[in-house]
Each structure stands twice: as C-alpha cells, then as structure tokens.
C-alpha cells in the first residue's frame, strides 16, 4: 500500500511539473530569494528601532513565512481547477468572516487602524487573502450570469461593495482601490455591455469623492501627494534620497543608509533599499521578475477553453501585477502613498501567506492540462 502511494505521489509530481508554468516557478523563486536577500539588509535597522535584542528577528520570520509562502504556492499549484476555486472560495468566506469579527468585536489597533487579529505572536490581516478569493468568485459569477440565468453581475457587484465597505470601516483605502481596479478589468474583459462598464466607472468615481470628504485620513495622503508642503512627507522624501544615492550600482551590501532612517524600510519602502544597496540594475530586475509572471500567466490564460479558469487568472494576474506597480510607485513618487506591501519581497507574514495563496491559485488555473488549453 505504501509503495502504490508513494507511486500516486510521484506521479502528480511528475504530472505538476510536466503541466505547470516553470517560468513563472522561477521567477517567484528568484523574487523569494531577492526578498531574503534585501530582509538581511534591513532587519538589523528594524530591530534597533524597536530596541530588540536579535538583530535577525525579522530576517528569522521572514525565512519561515518566505518557507510557508513557497511550500504553498507548490501545494496550492497542484490543485485541479475545481479544487482550487473551492480553496478561493473558502479564502473568501473566512475572510470576510473574520474582518466582521475584527470590526465589531476586537479592540487591536495599529496606525488607528483595526485590520488585525492576534494569533499568539503573529498578527493575522484578513483582508490580505480576501482579494485572491474575491477575484475568483467575481470570475466565476460573471461567467455564470452570461451562462445562467442567475443574476450574476449583481451578485458580483454587491459581494465586491461588501467586501469595499468592510476595507474602508477599517480604514484601507489602498486596498480598497487594488480591488477596484482588478474588479473593473474582470468586468470588462468578461465581456459586459458599455452600460454596465459606464455605471461602474460612475459609482468608482462617486466613491472616491465620498472617501476623500469622508476619510481624513486618505484625504491627507492625497493632498500631500498633490502638494508635497501640505503635510508631513518625510519617509517619501527618504526612500526617494536613497534611490538616487543608489544610481546604477547602488553603494553595495550593508552600505545603505535608508534602513536606518524609516520605520517601514523592511516593509512599504523594501525597494528602496534594494535601490541605494544594490542599484538600479536590482530595481531592473525586480520590475522584469513581475512583469514575467503576468505576461506569462495572461498568454497562457488566453488560451484557457474554461472562462472561469481564464478570468480568474487574468485577475489574479492583475492583483499580483497591480499591488508590485503600486508599492513601487510610491516609493518613486509617483503615486500617493498606500501602506501596501511588494509582493514576496517586504516583511509581512499575512501579505508573504497571501501572495503564496495567490501565485498558486494562478499557477493552478493556467496548468496546461489535457482538455484545458486550446
């Protein structure tokens, strides 16, 4: 018996490797890596700020989420299309479970902000794993309203606003908008009328007048965005300092200065120590790791036989894609500020877990397996 299981499990191994998209395997491999390289460079600076006597404490917990993120993308990449919904799905509902408990029944804050609930040590952040399981199920409700006679894009649309008003009462505006975004792309590409396209585009509108005269808070960070002597800019202007003092070669290993200066240099300016570290030629990189794995899961999602699979690729593409363009963007000022992580890079076990589930979701949906692909 044990000799027939062990066969069954080389076998789906086997069959993974042979179906899965290698490409886009070592481009998360490589961002991993490059994550652990510049969390050596950072952690000592985080550490001292926050008077620890492991100078490694950060790097030591980096390693294990960088293991747990990898274990699952592998895990979660095997599964069958089907299976791999059913995951989102419950990725979906637990997380939505969860932001309600946290709203009305936890009194943990961080930042003025309540989007944590605490697990022993670590701090568990619902809405990170909420937005690859709400891309899913808006794939799959869209697909279903044009295949079934179940009202779909309004279902879509409410479990998107559900899930918008519960990141805005905690507040996340940042998130807020990434799923926004990625929301209107699978609306579009779904095939929906210009009508539908036209009302959407009017409520995003509408809501972020309403978030900016209702949130203080957001509205703080756009007005700094737009007249930087209108407020407080000073980690912005730092993390900017620290990529030009980098250049082309960057100052080399352990020389940067930015880790030292800003409490969110391990977290939300990550790249701005690969930056003043190790140049721009790191910075090159990182961008062109991104930007593989989302043209390389589109061109396979374009030629998906599913339209389930096919939309829930194309919007898991855009999460992973549109979240790295974010964080970057901030760092290089062209973008208000967001608090949003870089993908398998910053510190952060909820954003390091997620982008996990989120990769291997996306390397399930686009496996070219017999009767999926054209």
């Given amino acids: 018996m044990s000799s027939i299981a062990q066969h069954r499990k080389q076998s789906m191994i086997l069959d993974w490797y042979w179906s899965v998209d290698k490409v886009s395997v070592v481009a998360v491999g490589l961002l991993i890596i490059i994550g652990?390289?510049?969390?050596?460079?950072?952690?000592?600076?985080?550490?001292?700020?926050?008077?620890?006597?492991?100078?490694?404490?950060?790097?030591?917990?980096?390693?294990?989420?960088?293991?747990?993120?990898?274990?699952?993308?592998?895990?979660?990449?095997?599964?069958?299309?089907?299976?791999?919904?059913?995951?989102?799905?419950?990725?979906?509902?637990?997380?939505?479970?969860?932001?309600?408990?946290?709203e009305f029944f936890v009194n943990y804050t961080a930042g003025e902000a309540k989007r944590w609930i605490r697990l022993g040590s670590?701090?568990?952040q619902p809405s990170e794993f909420l937005k690859p399981g709400l891309m899913v199920m808006i794939a799959w409700l869209l697909v279903k309203?044009?295949?079934?006679?179940?009202?779909?894009?309004?279902?879509?649309?409410?479990?998107?606003?559900?899930?918008?008003?519960?990141?805005?009462?905690?507040?996340?505006?940042g998130q807020t908008l990434l799923i926004t975004m990625c929301f209107a792309l699978i609306f579009f590409i779904s095939g929906m009328s210009w009508k539908w396209v036209a009302s959407f585009v009017s409520l995003t509108v509408i809501g972020l007048i309403g978030v900016y005269l209702t949130m203080p808070h957001f509205a703080s960070r756009i007005n700094r965005f737009l007249d930087p002597s209108s407020g407080d800019n000073h980690q912005v202007k730092l993390a900017m300092a620290a990529i030009q003092r980098g250049g082309v070669f960057g100052r080399g290993p352990?020389?940067?200065?930015?880790?030292?200066?800003?409490?969110?240099?391990?977290?939300?300016?990550?790249?701005?120590?690969a930056a003043e570290e190790f140049g721009m030629i790191l910075c090159v990189i990182i961008i062109g790791l991104y930007t593989?794995?989302?043209?390389?899961?589109?061109?396979?999602?374009?030629?998906?036989?599913?339209?389930?699979?096919?939309?829930?690729?194309?919007?898991l593409a855009m999460l992973l894609g549109l979240q790295a363009f974010i964080n970057i963007g901030v760092n290089?000022?062209?973008?208000?500020?967001?608090?949003?992580?870089?993908?398998?890079?910053?510190?952060?076990?909820?954003?390091?877990?997620?982008?996990?589930?989120?990769?291997?979701?996306?390397?399930?949906?686009?496996?070219?397996?017999?009767g999926v692909m054209e």
């Fill in 36 to 102: 652990l390289l510049l969390s050596l460079a950072s952690s000592p600076g985080a550490a001292d700020r926050r008077d620890l006597m492991d100078p490694f404490y950060y790097l030591s917990r980096h390693l294990i989420f960088a293991a747990l993120a990898a274990g699952s993308v592998f895990v979660i990449s095997m599964f069958s299309r089907q299976n791999a919904r059913r995951l989102a799905f419950l990725a979906l509902v637990c997380s939505l479970l969860v932001m309600i408990y946290i």
């Fill in 122 to 124: 670590f701090t568990l």
């Fill in 145 to 173: 309203s044009q295949q079934t006679g179940i009202p779909g894009r309004l279902i879509a649309f409410a479990v998107y606003g559900f899930s918008s008003m519960l990141l805005l009462l905690q507040p996340d505006a």
């Fill in 254 to 273: 352990g020389e940067g200065r930015i880790k030292s200066e800003i409490p969110d240099a391990h977290t939300d300016f990550i790249f701005s120590v």
């Fill in 292 to 315: 593989l794995i989302v043209v390389r899961s589109m061109m396979r999602a374009s030629r998906l036989i599913d339209p389930v699979s096919q939309l829930s690729a194309i919007g």
């Fill in 332 to 370: 290089l000022q062209v973008l208000p500020t967001t608090g949003m992580t870089l993908p398998f890079i910053s510190y952060g076990g909820s954003s390091m877990l997620a982008t996990g589930l989120t990769v291997g979701l996306l390397l399930a949906f686009t496996r070219s397996r017999p």
